[in-house]
């Protein structure tokens, strides 16, 4: 298929044509999508999620409190975990340290993806590379401006409960 194609232009006599390329079509697809993508998205207000990993709603419910979150056994020490609430809240668990366990809100707060697992005491967002402290939530990286919401939790024994 050659790179251009003739096509006539809308006037009364037919008489002219012009020639549009391939690389402007699909410039202008790729500009449609990303438009669309970027919509899809949201804002950190808007609940919205480029990759369909979030409440795309508004904030989902924090668990009521002695709700059980994880086993502490499940959490590895200086690292964290990925689990979903009662009512569908996406926490991260981390264990700084031997029997300190800490909850957050897993939703970046730039614009709401799930953040990763920790990785040497940091968690990534995955969409724009916002990184958090596994220890606090505090940002080490933007574009992420305000730290991790924080969810009260306590150990029962040897499980992590809602505080």
Known sequence: MADTAQRPLENSDNSTTCQVSRRAICSAVGVAVIGTGLAACGSADSGGDATGDSDAQGPAAVPQQGQLLAKLADVPVGGGTLVTAPGGLRVMITQPSAGVVKAFDARCTHQRTIIAEPRKGIMTCPNHGSRFKAADGAVVRGPAT????????????????TA
């Open 146 to 161: 305000t730290p991790l919401d924080p969810i009260a939790v306590r150990l029962s024994g040897e499980n992590i409960v």
